[in-house]
């Protein structure tokens, strides 16, 4: 009688605790599926994204995600209640029913980097920590090593060099726009002259 009453104690605790997670969590369209804690204190959280579909690595055109999932990745995010905290996800992959070969991609969400062992808001409070504070005391005082803490560094610098690329290309097309319309609207011998 006792033993039941524990348990449904802990149960009601482990739900409200999952509540409280997805809350804290600040990781859009993910529902929690599992939350422990390791005996040295780490929360680790899985979760699943809500997003069914992703688009094709090839022509970009958004596919429903029936292929599976991928493997397992675990990303550092930001603490909850002062403990290093991991997510762990099973991306999902869909398969392009329209492109040759059918080939497959695995969903990519905006709140991680397939390639960063970080999420971006961990990445973030990271770069945060880094004014005023040194690679090395970042690096001691979140218990990471020291190339995660620079990756976290170059992954913004790329970020804005991507962001410059972008530009860059915008730009280049919407010169060749206005070339374009000059040459409809221009008398030749009048556009001959600008080019
Ligand atoms: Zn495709």
Redesign the pocket.
């Known amino acids: 009688m006792l033993g039941q009453d524990y348990t449904s104690v802990r149960l009601r605790i482990k739900n409200l605790f999952l509540e409280l997670t997805n809350l804290q969590l600040d990781i859009p369209q993910v529902d929690v599926l599992a939350t422990k804690q390791t005996e040295d204190g780490k929360f680790i959280i899985t979760v699943e994204s809500r997003r069914q579909t992703t688009k ?6 958004e ?1 429903a995600c029936n292929y599976g999932h991928g493997q397992a990745v675990r990303l550092r995010h930001l603490p909850i209640l002062g403990q290093e905290t991991y997510i762990i996800i099973q991306p999902r992959r869909a398969q ?4 040759l070969h ?2 497959t ?1 695995t969903q990519t969400l905006k709140w991680y980097d397939q390639r960063s062992p970080h999420t971006k808001a961990y990445d973030q409070h990271l770069l945060k920590q880094l004014i005023g504070s040194t690679v090395a005391d970042v690096s001691l005082k979140e218990n990471l090593g020291y190339d995660a803490v620079m990756g976290a560094l170059e992954r913004q610098v790329d970020g804005k060099i991507n962001v410059a690329k972008n530009y860059r290309d915008d730009f280049g097309t919407l010169r060749k726009q206005e070339m374009h319309r000059l040459r409809q609207t221009l008398p030749p011998a009048t556009y001959k002259e600008l080019i």
């Not at 094709?56 to 055109?61: H, L, S, T, W």
């Not at 392009?96 to 492109?99: M, S």
């Open positions: 094709c690595g090839v022509c970009q055109k596919n392009c029913p329209t492109c059918h080939p991609t």
